[in-house]
């Protein structure tokens, strides 16, 4: 498991923020030598047994296909950018994140209020994804299965019972997301070079209305000395039209780790543009624990830097 | 734990479906000899904490009482037919399940709509179950205790707040549903025999009305080879007037096991029947895991077979 | 892990009560000797990443410094009274706890009805407490940040999602809810004396208005032979003017434990009072299990006597 407790400044004011978390990890071999398993936190629980958090996995020298609350493809290669302060700053409204289009949040769509302050979501449910190392070449594929499952109470990922254990039907529009995508990378020496192609429709959470969105990116990571640097360009298409620049780094001197990024999007619909940065640093404690503390800001208007600074403990 | 992935046929279209477990089992022997414990999964704790999910035993010469989510008496000593599918396939209307009256649902009565995929219930609480076995003789006792004990979010089993940790009131009408069931079996050589009786009152969850509903069922189990084989014969009166027959099997060859069953039931107020089965194998991989597989249909007008396959891990 | 099983009688029936809860606890050391770590309950585990149930922890010469759900400093010096009943009995309307004005839940926060059944509260997030012992003499120190920390579902402890994983924004009136406490401990031989102060400001979630209050409160803890007997008196001001007194006392004999409390807090602004009392016993059967009972009443009019009888585990 994992814990943190420290000081978050959210633009206006300090706060106290501190968290706990068990982790539980299982594996196992088949007689004929496949590896299986999964991992899931205790919150991650309820959701996890439908499959919208944690995942579970077989192995083998095909490659590894994982089930459950997964990456997309284009993320399982290139990974984020250095995550900046100990609780990861991602109320600046940017964060670390590079904006993949598919996967990784569970796949809620068709979100409805229920009420002040309530919500309910229909999900896309367990997302598949497949990777596989062929000497210098990584590859991952990863899709959803595009149909609704079931309403949930958004925060929870939990089916909302009408009665007695009945999942229930919400009067939202049918909509049928489906999300796919692919990515490969070729890695010689220190440096990794690689693209994603991301594909997803009815995605309709935000505007209300269908749409169809894809994005390819490409993207570079090289080792030097102590650095490791990470550069992505990206562009959303078809519905959208927005491109995307993003490039990151992080650098170790002994126990003391510094990193950093800086984001920039233009949507060229809206005629709109955003940058925003985030740079850290943290010092090794040993035993499993470190100081860690960072800043994060951007240039849209009305908004405020954030800081934090605090203790992270790895159990 | 446990965990599973593959994809299932709902009638419509192929949905993927996975989904981990973590279990917690804790045991103890008090200085007298009496043992002690209970188990609980990750998903189930906020419920266990009140009783409405998970159980807690003492045991000893004289039997073994237990507490919380059990099963009714009748449960407890037939046990439910051979589970087809990866996924069990309950949501073809009709499952392996047999039907028995009591308990085995945390006792869910009263539910109430509180907002669109919203519903609000209250709860019997946790129920109590005795079983023990002398000779060939096995026996089974178990009731609710008849109370509400507080309304819950349906699908959550957890107390609804109002204000600060005060669990709310809801202006439900009240309602005592008291449940109770006996049972006893009698095993030679390869064969059991057994009975159980099951009343209930007051369960309107469904109706809106109060009830009074007793339940007879008559189960015979045999091994042949190696092939196992239950039967059960059932009857609800009182308010109710069903008939109700179930057989089900499972073979196992080698690493392989086939299983199944079909069940009959015919409601003679309503003046409907309806047939249900379900046909499944499995293939043991070894080191916890196997691939299974099953088809589930019901000749219900409207409703389409259901089918499952995938891999299932034990931890 | 701890478990529970038996019968609890509310004024007005007996009611089958048992639960099970699964407990983690982890802990490290760095290079420089400090030691953390935190624990946490299965059923918390939602809530605990927030910081609003359960807690981290850092400790050295200096002392220990803990977040998450803390109780204040007051208690953390003086603890509660004997608990009475297998259940504790609280739903007698009084109970074991002593009243302490600050922390030990959270901090809920200006909750607001969101439907029949369901409300919404802010939280004003984990708290920070200090404890130290210098000599015969130890101190304690605890504060909430005092700013809203998003809306939770009041049982929950957990964030609601509007739409995809963004906390809502409740149409709740601004309030900034701060609360500080210290508190300090001299012990001589088998006797503790010990004084705390706290404050609260904009606590309205009863009343919806804001209200400054203050405590001070005087306790003294002593041993005699089998018998340890604790006394507080303490007295609510600022907008508040309540007297409230409290003694409980436990004697261990062998395996035998009895205990009880007495309490009676006076009301000057509204001219109300109220006493109640616990009084209970539990014999240890050894390897973890113990029978426990007790009974509790106050005398508040309309109110009647609750009782328990069980079994604890503990695992």
């Known amino acids: 498991g994992d814990g943190r407790m420290g000081v978050v400044y959210n633009g206006d004011d300090w706060n106290f923020s501190s968290r706990i978390r068990v982790s539980f990890t299982a594996s196992g071999t088949t007689d004929g030598g496949l590896e299986f398993g999964g991992s899931v936190r205790a919150d991650q ?20 296909l994982s089930m459950g609350d997964v990456v997309g493809a284009p993320e399982a290669l290139f990974g984020d950018f250095y995550e900046v302060g100990y609780t ?8 670390n994140d590079i904006g993949y289009l598919t996967a990784d949040n569970g796949g809620n769509v068709d979100c409805t209020s229920v009420g002040p302050g309530i919500s309910a979501c229909a999900n896309s449910g367990p997302n598949l994804l497949y990777t596989g190392t062929f000497g210098a070449f ?27 254990s009945t999942v229930a039907t919400l009067t939202t ?41 894809d994005m390819i990116s490409l993207a570079g990571v090289g080792q030097f000395g102590n650095t490791s640097v990470k550069a992505v360009i990206a562009h959303r298409g078809q519905d ?10 992080s650098s170790v001197f002994g126990a003391t780790t510094v990193g950093g990024y800086i984001q920039y999007a233009e949507d060229n619909n809206a005629n709109t543009d955003v940058t925003w940065y ?30 934090d600074l605090g203790v992270k403990f790895s159990f």
């Open 45 to 64: 629980a309820i959701a996890a047994t439908r499959g919208t958090s944690a995942s579970v996995y077989i192995s083998g020298a095909f490659g590894k």
């Open 88 to 95: 990861d700053l991602s109320s600046a409204g940017g964060s």
């Open 138 to 164: 990584s590859v991952a594929a990863s899709m959803s299965d595009g149909k609704l499952n079931g309403a949930t109470i958004g925060g929870l990922g939990v089916p909302v019972a009408v009665g007695n």
């Open 173 to 213: 529009e049918t909509s049928v997301t489906q999300e796919y995508a692919i990515a490969g990378a070729y890695t010689f020496g220190n440096y990794t070079v690689g693209m994603g192609y991301e594909y997803s429709n009815g995605r309709n959470q935000l505007s209300g209305t269908d749409m169809d969105v």
């Open 240 to 249: 959208a039209d927005v491109d995307w620049y993003g490039i990151g780094a």
């Open 278 to 307: 985030g740079l850290g640093a943290e010092y090794d404690l040993g035993g499993g624990a470190s100081i860690k503390g960072g800043i994060a800001d951007s240039d849209v208007s009305g908004s405020d830097a954030v800081a």
